[in-house]
Nanobody
Framework: QVQLVESGGGLVQAGGSLRLSCAAS????????MGWFRQAPGKEREFVAA????????RYADSVKGRFTISRDNAKTTVSLQMNSLKPEDTAVYYC???????????WGQGTQVTVSS
């Protein structure tokens, strides 16, 4: 089992920045990739960014490229999402997730609210 706990959400004005963190514990050796997803009211959950747990390669949704940066610490216990130039459309609950060896995002955090005011 892997446990994920997010932190760092909040309220920010458009153009501002926030940094989300996700602390992983438990059987972290089973993780192959960590990702961030978000879900806005009335919308489906969508992919935001992901990072390979071994090599550190990253990928992003087109909507956040150039504004968001995903990173992990060397101990591979924490993944962060630096969000700059935030827009009102970035408002959502942000979830951290861990992918297993079968390529499935099996573990999810409880979510953290990000609200961007115009």
């Amino acid at each position: 089992q892997v446990q994920l706990v997010e932190s760092g959400g909040g309220l920010v004005q458009a153009g501002g920045s926030l940094r989300l963190s996700c602390a992983a514990s438990g059987r972290t050796s089973s993780i192959t990739e960590m990702g961030w997803f978000r879900q806005a009211p009335g919308k489906e959950r969508e992919f935001v960014a992901a990072i390979s747990w071994s090599g550190g390669s990253t990928r992003y949704a087109d909507s956040v490229k150039g504004r968001f940066t995903i990173s992990r610490d060397n101990a591979k216990t924490t993944v962060s999402l630096q969000m700059n130039s935030l827009k009102p459309e970035d408002t959502a609950v942000y979830y951290c997730a861990a992918k297993n060896y079968f390529g499935v995002y099996q573990y999810w955090g409880q979510g953290t609210q990000v609200t961007v005011s115009s």
